[in-house]
Antibody, heavy 119, light 106 residues
Framework: EVQLVESGGGVVQPGGSLRLSCAAS????????MDWVRQAPGKGLEWVGR??????????EYGASVKGRFTISRDDSKNSLYLQMNSLRTEDTAVYYC??????????WGQGTLVTVSS | DIQMTQSPSSLSASVGDRVTITCRAS??????LVWFQQKPGKAPKSLIY???NLQSGVPSRFSGSGSGTNFTLTISTLQPEDFATYYC?????????FGQGTKVEI
């Protein structure tokens, strides 16, 4: 069974940093591109970014609102995906989901982890 | 960036109704479109990919169609568990972009 489990969310002050993790199981993690998607309270879904697999040199893509502040990485030996978030703003407050790209983007999702940016 | 416009933003329906939700892309995306269902407090669930392929385990009352810029999600006979918010996502190009969502209410 495919499972994605996010962790690392919490409360952080504006300008601060936070690192989210996503632990994957039930599939060959190294074979898949992986995404981060977020959802602000009461709002719609926003794509944060993607990391490709080893064969594509682990290259990344980012949404405009996070580019230059957020970094996506992965450790295939640990079946884990990461999101390093720096220079956090109040508008980054959201539930952050990791999602697998397989049968289309987002064929499996984690349960999400809440990040609150507040002073 | 490609803009995805869903309509309607919300709708009221009854069990047994046929429901149609549309998604329009600001430029052609061939058929690189996914439909998701999201229930309150839960992660989105993929229903349909490449515009018309049903994900494994998704009931056959869900169907998708379209290509280019105009896409449709149809629920043939609405069931109680289908009351949720539905999103489209284009994955033709970066950045990926979602529609704003359609809330299906009783």
């Amino acid at each position: 069974e495919v499972q994605l489990v996010e962790s690392g969310g919490g409360v952080v002050q504006p300008g601060g940093s936070l690192r989210l993790s996503c632990a994957a199981s039930g599939f060959t993690f190294s074979d898949h591109y992986m995404d981060w998607v977020r959802q602000a309270p009461g709002k719609g879904l926003e794509w944060v970014g993607r990391i490709r697999k080893r064969g594509n040199r682990y290259t990344t893509e980012y949404g405009a609102s996070v580019k230059g502040r957020f970094t996506i990485s992965r450790d295939d030996s640990k079946n884990s995906l990461y999101l390093q978030m720096n220079s956090l703003r109040t508008e980054d407050t959201a539930v952050y989901y990791c999602a697998r790209a397989g049968y289309g983007d987002g064929d499996y999702w984690g349960q999400g982890t809440l990040v609150t940016v507040s002073s | 960036d490609i803009q995805m416009t869903q309509s309607p933003s919300s709708l009221s329906a009854s069990v047994g109704d046929r429901v149609t939700i549309t998604c329009r892309a600001s430029q052609g995306i061939t058929n690189y479109l996914v439909w998701f269902q999201q229930k309150p407090g839960k992660a989105p669930k993929s229903l349909i990919y490449v515009a018309s392929n049903l994900q494994s385990g998704v009931p056959s009352r869900f169907s998708g169609s379209g290509s280019g810029t105009n896409f449709t999600l149809t629920i043939s006979t609405l069931q109680p568990e289908d009351f949720a918010t539905y999103y489209c996502l284009q994955y033709n190009s970066y950045p990926r972009t979602f529609g704003q969502g359609t809330k299906v209410e009783i």
